[in-house]
């Protein structure tokens, strides 16, 4: 091994250049053969470091955003819930609803799909660099709330406003009080024609007074929420259930 190659190897590990490093050989001896130019050669080996550095990139991302879960498109059975249009939901993993600041609304009973859509779309996000988060609502009420009473909740609010895409889970399956509504509004409002948010809930929109307490509080964030958004009704039935009940083959 000549000096100039061990000193190679040495400013590549200093540069931080790991893939660089492992494949320069390999690269070099490719370059040596097919009669490459300096400039192809050399493109060829940064390609392995630029492919490196975007999986740890995407990985950061996906991880970043708290998915419950990382189940993709491929992993969603259609053939059991045929109330769900496939192409539709393509469409949104194609992203197009962040170009237009557009929101998607899952909504339907327990067990049928919904967190597992809005991962799904989540993590394409995510892949694309695009800044996600999920959360759950009775989470992101605690925060909010825990916020205010210690006087930082502008920053709070400036954090949730920040992401590309929020993923709010399970709005309605606990009551909110009435002055967290007021701050939920906030959040909506800040986020409204500016952010794309994804939404899970169990409730019919005519039953969310109840969930906000608050029948004004309540129609102002469904105003916002539903102006520019896709609302996906999932009519079927629990995949967890059908673990335990399976459908007879007859």
């Known amino acids: 091994m000549s000096t100039s190659y061990k000193q190679l190897l040495h400013n590549l590990d200093e540069l931080k250049l790991i893939e660089m490093g492992k494949n320069v050989k390999e690269v070099a001896d490719f370059g040596i053969k097919n009669e490459l130019s300096f400039v192809d050669t050399l493109l060829q080996l940064t390609n ?9 990139m995407v990985q950061s991302m996906v991880k970043t955003a708290a998915f419950p879960h990382l189940k993709e498109i491929q992993e969603f059975d259609f ?3 045929p109330s769900i249009n496939r192409q539709q939901i393509l469409d949104f993993i194609s992203l197009r609803f962040i170009e237009d600041n557009q929101n998607i609304v899952f909504l339907g009973p327990s067990g049928v799909g919904k967190t597992h859509l809005a991962t799904t779309i989540g993590i394409a996000a995510a892949k694309k660099r695009k800044s996600t988060y999920f959360i759950k609502c009775h989470d992101l009420i605690q925060n909010l709330k825990r916020a205010n009473i210690e006087n930082r909740l502008e920053a709070r609010l400036r954090h949730y406003t920040k992401y590309k895409v929020l993923i709010i889970d399970e709005i309605g399956y606990l009551p909110i009080e009435s002055e967290d509504s007021k701050l939920f509004f906030q959040l909506i409002d800040r986020r409204y024609e500016k952010r794309s948010t994804i939404f899970t809930t ?5 039953e969310w007074d109840g969930v906000f307490q608050d029948p004004k509080i309540a129609n102002a964030i469904l105003d916002r929420i539903l102006h520019h958004a896709k609302v996906v009704t999932i009519a079927g039935d629990s995949y967890r259930l059908k673990q335990h009940f ?5």
């Open 48 to 56: 392995y470091e630029m492919d490196r550095r975007q999986k740890n």
């Open 246 to 250: 399976p459908k007879d083959d007859d």
């Open 79 to 81: 053939d059991f819930q």
């Open 202 to 206: 169990n409730m019919n929109f005519r």
